[in-house]
């Protein structure tokens, strides 16, 4: 059974930073791309950050140059400065695993709030 768990969103005034972390956990035999996502109430979920499992990091337009993704072995993270109110969301973590098979999986998310 494989697992993401989030951890490290909370309640940050505006121009604060944050740091996310996810593990993978589980009959894991590797991972190619880890990353962010994250969905605001109404709105679709959207990408925010990825890293593949060479290095290579994507990143949402909105988030340039304030947001940075790493990776460590099965842990990803997102360090997140200058927040601003529009960047409260729920952020999911993902990752395509191989296990048994190949799937994408998802974390069950964690809150980010921003008071401006």
């Known amino acids: 059974q494989v697992q993401l768990v989030e951890s490290g969103g909370g309640l940050v005034q505006a121009g604060g930073s944050l740091t996310l972390s996810c593990v993978a956990s589980?009959?894991?035999?590797?991972?190619?791309?880890m990353g962010w996502y994250r969905q605001a109430p109404g709105k679709q979920r959207e990408l925010v950050a990825q890293?593949?499992?060479?290095?290579s990091r994507n990143y949402a337009d909105s988030v340039k140059g304030r947001f940075t993704i790493s990776r460590d072995k099965n842990n990803v993270h997102l360090q997140m400065n200058s927040l601003k109110p529009e960047d409260a969301a729920v952020y999911y973590c993902?990752?395509?695993?191989?296990?048994?098979?190949?799937?994408?999986?998802w974390g069950r998310g964690t809150q980010v709030t921003v008071s401006s």
């Open positions: 993902s990752a395509t695993i191989f296990s048994a098979s190949v799937m994408d999986y």
């Open positions: 589980g009959n894991i035999f590797g991972i190619n791309v």
């Open positions: 890293v593949t499992i060479g290095g």
